[in-house]
Nanobody
Framework: QVQLVESGGGLVQAGGSLRLSCVAS????????MGWYRQAPGNQRDLVAS???????NSADSVKGRFTISRDNSKNTVYLQMNSLKPDDTAVYYC??????????????WGQGTQVTVSS
């Protein structure tokens, strides 16, 4: 059994900052890519940023220069530091991780989501 748990969402004024965390736990052998996605009402779920185990980062143009993704492999944790937040960043943020279990079965796992609301 594998579980991803996000934390750090909330309500913030435009221009403010939030830091999201996502911890993976359970029967984990290894974790390759980890990432953050977001979904606003009526929209599809889109990639915000992803990071490989080796640290290669891919991020959406809309967040470059404002959001920073990082990970701590020793803690099976991925972070998203969000600065200069805008009302358009309002969404539910989901963590995703490509995990190989101890049974050597690999697939993507998702967290339950955390709400980020940016007021103008």
């Amino acid at each position: 059994q594998v579980q991803l748990v996000e934390s750090g969402g909330g309500l913030v004024q435009a221009g403010g900052s939030l830091r999201l965390s996502c911890v993976a736990s359970g029967s984990i052998f290894s974790i390759s890519d980890m990432g953050w996605y977001r979904q606003a009402p009526g929209n599809q779920r889109d990639l915000v940023a992803s990071i490989s185990r080796g640290g290669t980062i891919n991020s959406a143009d809309s967040v470059k220069g404002r959001f920073t993704i990082s990970r701590d492999n020793s803690k099976n944790t991925v972070y998203l530091q969000m600065n200069s937040l805008k009302p358009d960043d309002t969404a539910v943020y989901y963590c995703k991780a490509r995990i190989m279990t101890r049974q050597l079965y690999e697939r993507d796992y998702w967290g339950q989501g955390t709400q980020v609301t940016v007021s103008s």
